[in-house]
């Protein structure tokens, strides 16, 4: 008896693809996240006690979600302003990456030490590093004469904009991101891997037959390099929100950590952290609402 050898689509068999390489994320989750995840529900609805034993929960509802918002003094202004100095940061990050990974896309000497030394935020803000120079005086001192400089550096923004007569929110737009242009560096390294990623698998021929039609630079960066890395924006922005909302040294993660390990009150702390998710599961959605329809997907 002979068996027909089963024949897949090309979509089918990308799809099977997608499945084998998200199969580990899957199985890890599902192993290691869900349970502990189902557990905090359970704890943000209890009061939380730990005794030698281990722990008990005495139900309360949402007392503990009343307390973060009602009754903590620092949780709604840290959760309000760290929620919109993210925001305000993306297209800054989004913009500098860009930008960076155009240039170091080009042919010059020196761009694999260029590429080097744009990727080293991301290892000298790892945890363990980043704790390391937290604690450091001289860390401390570089970080105050970086915000002079950066004071120093706004107000020459600030002189340059007011004769150039720019709109006003256009100019304090900007002036914040000069200001926190140490963190905007930071945030920028993986962004710009993935752009730059993008912009080598632009297929060159485009390009030649751009410039074969009398098309100008100008010309094919709007109408072949931006269209083909469209996609990219958008998995750029998740990836940085989903970084700062968790990065080290953010304000909203460390009052959390305090709750529960200073004050001892893990009930609330755990409230904390699922009002923190909700309001990032929010912003993403709206983000995939507003942008994957914009996004241009080059076709084979």
């Given amino acids: 008896m002979r068996y027909r050898r089963l ?38 609805f209890n009061e939380l006690k730990i005794n030698p034993s281990g722990f008990t929960l005495t139900y309360v509802g949402w007392e503990n979600f009343r307390y973060a918002l009602r ?21 800054a990050v989004i913009i500098f990456s860009f930008f960076a990974a155009t240039v170091l896309n080009q042919k010059f000497r020196g761009r694999t030490l260029a590429r080097v030394i744009f990727f080293l935020p991301v290892i000298l803000t790892a945890g363990v590093i980043y704790q390391f120079e937290s604690g450091d005086i001289l860390h401390e001192l570089h970080v105050i004469a970086t915000e002079e400089e950066v004071l120093y550096s706004s107000r020459v923004v600030t002189s340059l904009f007011l004769r150039m007569q720019m709109p006003e ?6 002036i914040m991101a000069v200001n926190r242009i140490p963190a905007i560096i930071n945030a920028s390294a993986i962004p710009i891997l993935i752009f730059l990623a993008g ?38 922005i998740v990836y940085i929100i989903v970084d700062s909302f968790t990065a080290p040294g953010n304000r909203l993660v460390e009052l959390i950590e305090s709750t ?10 755990v409230a904390m952290t ?19 329809r914009r996004v241009v997907y080059m076709e084979e």
């Fill in 274 to 292: 699922w009002m923190y998710f909700g309001v990032i599961a929010v912003i993403l959605l709206l983000v995939f609402a507003v942008l994957s």
């Fill in 7 to 44: 024949r897949l689509t090309l979509s089918r068999q990308r799809a099977l693809w997608g499945l084998v390489f998200t199969g580990g994320f899957i199985i890890g989750f599902i192993a290691f996240f869900l349970g502990p995840m189902i557990q905090s529900i359970k704890f943000a």
């Fill in 199 to 236: 912009l080598q698998g632009i297929p060159f021929s485009l390009y030649e037959c751009a410039k074969i039609e009398g098309a100008t630079g100008w010309e094919s960066f709007w109408k072949i390099t931006f269209p083909l890395i469209s996609p990219l924006f958008l998995t750029n």
């Fill in 71 to 91: 009754v903590d003094p620092n949780f709604n202004q840290v959760f309000v302003e760290t929620t919109l100095r993210i925001l305000t940061d993306i297209p």
């Fill in 169 to 174: 929110g256009f100019t304090q737009y900007v």
């Fill in 260 to 269: 529960a390990w200073g004050r001892n009150i893990y009930g609330v702390s």
